[in-house]
């Protein structure tokens, strides 16, 4: 069996994760693997059972990693979909608001210009008023 083209398939199927702690968590697993192989190899067992061990293991430790991934992946989509949650929240919030002021404003407006139309209408009055009676 050919154990480098078996690790090399496993380990082309796990995600890429561009982030800056990709490096130090791959060199941590890397490490790990490296420090169970050389105990595996060490240990007084036959050629083919230590390559036995030795690929158990490190289907088991691709199996964990891709887990990791995945795990790591959920967290990140369901955190994605709180923010767009919280993003709507405000959004709705900054129109209803916008919408709000806007009515104060056309209120105010109205009010203003009933206003102004009356104290036209009285001096127009007033000035119709004064040219009869003169």
């Known amino acids: 069996m050919n154990y480098k083209k078996l690790i090399s398939n496993r380990l082309s199927n796990f995600p890429t994760v561009p982030t800056d702690k990709t490096g130090a968590v791959i060199g941590l697993l890397a490490g790990l693997a490296v420090g169970a192989v050389i105990g595996l190899l060490f240990a007084p067992d036959s050629g083919k059972k230590t390559r036995e061990k030795i690929s158990d293991k490190a289907l088991d430790l691709a199996d964990n990693v891709k887990d990791g991934f995945h795990s790591i992946k959920d967290n990140f989509n369901n955190g994605k979909q709180s923010l767009s ?8 919030n900054v129109k209803t608001k916008v919408n709000t002021v806007s009515q104060e404003f056309k209120d105010f407006r109205d009010t203003e210009l009933e206003k102004a139309k ?13 040219i009869q009676n003169a």
């Open 118 to 130: 009356s104290a036209i209408k009285n001096t127009a009055d007033d000035a119709n008023d004064a």
């Open 85 to 92: 949650g919280l993003k709507n929240q405000v959004v709705d």
